[in-house]
């Protein structure tokens, strides 16, 4: 089986910061690209920061560009997001996927159940 769970997520006012954790058991996350979503209520998903395989290609959003960093622990099996200078606008429900190609959102890659992420003004 693969589990993957996500982690960090809280309430925090605007400009302060936030780190995700998502960590995978059942494979080597070496071999897989990883990506961050988010969806925001009456919102659709959308991608924040993903790679494609072994990290061969790197995507962040736009309105993250500066302020979110993604990185990866193989050795812990973890992937990481860290959010700096947060807004209002990055209030979501925030899910990591595992898959050959992260990027692509696909439902045949791996999902975490997400870890809710809340911005106060």
């Known amino acids: 089986q693969v589990q993957v769970v996500e982690s960090g997520g809280g309430l925090v006012q605007a400009g302060g910061s936030l780190r995700l954790s998502c960590t995978v058991n059942?494979?080597?996350?070496?071999?897989?690209?990883m990506a961050w979503f988010r969806q925001a209520p009456g919102k659709e998903r959308e991608v924040v920061s993903c790679?494609?395989?072994?990290?061969?290609?790197?995507y962040y959003a736009d309105s993250v560009k500066g302020r979110f960093t993604m990185s990866r622990d193989n050795a812990k099996s973890t992937l990481y997001l860290q959010m700096n200078s947060l807004k209002p606008e990055d209030t979501a429900m925030y899910y990591c996927?595992?898959?050959?190609?992260?990027?692509?959102?696909?439902?045949?890659?791996?999902w975490g159940q997400g870890t809710q992420v809340t911005v106060t003004s």
């Open positions: 996927a595992v898959g050959y190609d992260g990027c692509s959102g696909s439902p045949s890659n791996h």
């Open positions: 059942g494979l080597t996350i070496d071999d897989y690209g």
């Open positions: 790679t494609t395989w072994r990290g061969l290609t790197t």
